[in-house]
């Protein structure tokens, strides 16, 4: 009776090799076949370490094609090591396809920890981190990107999100005008790399900080955004009244109270019962 092969999750560095762990080589170094996402990515980072076991190219154009070949070959008995370009296959990386299948073919599949991005992040932020939201990548086109961040509003969780450097300042604006410029934020980039970066700010002032140095606009970027605040069953804060009172003396009600909570970044229903409070001397 044939035993049936393993599927190995491997996670890799994201940055440093000095973050590989001893089991990930171990693990690669016994497996029948890696399946990459960029082989010729992972090649340098396979000879770096004196890996010399057969790779596949498996990544987001081919996974489907390939899964059953996969399959397959584990339920052949050879071991397979999913490996992405950097840190933990699965997030944000091909791969799901794979171990669904492999899961649902009653096939072991054992994660091989080490290296990710956003828990790295996350962990240096100084945002709180005992409940946090990973989002991945925000859409490209503006308008579905304003739309999943107003969806992500009145999240009280920690929000984690990846970037691509041509969209940093788009992403950053657009997150300004839905969140408020005084929602707290972290950029943290290129992280356990030489210019490693790890920046915090309100909104509003992050986004001037990257529109000023073309450098934050460079590599691979995690942006962090503290969750909303509780919400308000009394009075907004002072700096909200303060804004209404300026903004009520030059706008209708309804139209400063919108205007308000934007800017703040508090709920938009409480900000509106707070300026009807102050429109009848409340």
Sequence with gaps: MTTQGILYLVATPIGNLGDMTPRALEVLNDVDLIAAEDTRHSGKLLQHFGVRTPCQAYHEHNERQLCDTLVARLQAGASIALISDAGTPLVSDPGYHLVQAARAAGLQVVPVPGASALIAALSASGLPSDRFVFEGFLPAKAAARRQR??????????????????????????????????????????????????????????????????????????????????????????????????????????????????????????????????????
């Design 149 to 282: 961040l107003a969806a992500l509003a009145d999240d009280t969780r920690t929000l984690i999100f990846y970037e691509s450097t041509h969209r940093i300042e788009n992403s950053l604006a657009d997150m300004r005008d839905v969140f408020g410029i005084h929602r707290r934020a972290v950029i943290a980039r290129e992280l356990t790399k030489r210019f490693e970066t790890i920046h915090g700010d309100a909104l509003g002032a992050l986004l001037v900080w990257v529109q000023g140095d073309p450098d934050q606009r460079k590599g691979e970027c995690v942006i962090l955004v503290r969750g909303a605040g509780k919400p308000e069953t009394g009075e907004a804060d002072a700096e909200v009244q303060r804004l209404l009172r300026i903004l009520m003396a030059e706008l209708p009600l309804k139209q400063a109270a919108a205007l308000a909570a934007r800017i703040s970044g508090q709920k938009k229903n409480a900000v509106y019962r707070l300026a009807l409070a102050l429109s009848t001397g409340e």
